[in-house]
């Protein structure tokens, strides 16, 4: 909805311009082309490292989703990779091999973020209909910067969410 769309918008402005969440920042890297600011997801107690969950939010304004990365993005999305598991490795003690790190597509919010979570835990848009892992993301960049401009994305919506009713109206859903 609207409201969430706005929440989340004013949410990530919010802690990129350290008006909120500024003691639960994990980890920072003020570059503004290349740098992030991780903290632990709204989901996650900040406690249980079963069901560790942290983001790492972009400070680079302007990339809205997994669409919008290119070539020049590789600096940006290596960055994040490296120094958020570092980040989590230091402080949670847990290591990159046991780190599932993620973009969703289509995002909850339209303001380019990674999600860090546990191996272990089974987290909500895990599942291949929903993720794509960062590994994946850097890899068909290096292959073809363009990749995420010409590559068919497939991804699941509610029969209820406002996006799908919009393809319904063009008539663009396939229902299985």
Known sequence: SKYW??????????ILEHKSE?????????????GFILLPDLKWDGKQI???????????????????????????L???MEKGCNAIEEKYKLP???????????????????????LKYDAPGIYTEKSHLL????????L?????????????????DKLFLKYEEKGVVKKC
């Open 78 to 80: 290596k960055n994040l």
């Open 144 to 160: 073809m910067p363009e990749y995420f401009q010409k590559v068919t994305l497939p991804f699941v919506l509610k029969e209820t």
């Open 5 to 14: 769309q706005f929440f989340f918008f004013q949410w990530v402005h919010n």
């Open 50 to 76: 079963e069901n560790l969950y942290l983001v790492g939010i972009v400070n680079k304004k302007g990339i809205k989703s997994l669409r919008d990365l290119t070539g020049e993005h590789l600096d940006l």
């Open 96 to 118: 990159r091999s046991k780190l599932r790190v993620y973009l969703h597509y289509q995002p909850s919010f339209y303001h380019l973020h990674v999600h860090f979570t546990n």
């Open 135 to 142: 590994t994946a993301v850097i890899n068909n960049i290096e």
């Open 22 to 34: 500024v003691d639960r920042i994990v980890f920072e890297d003020s570059d503004p082309t290349n």
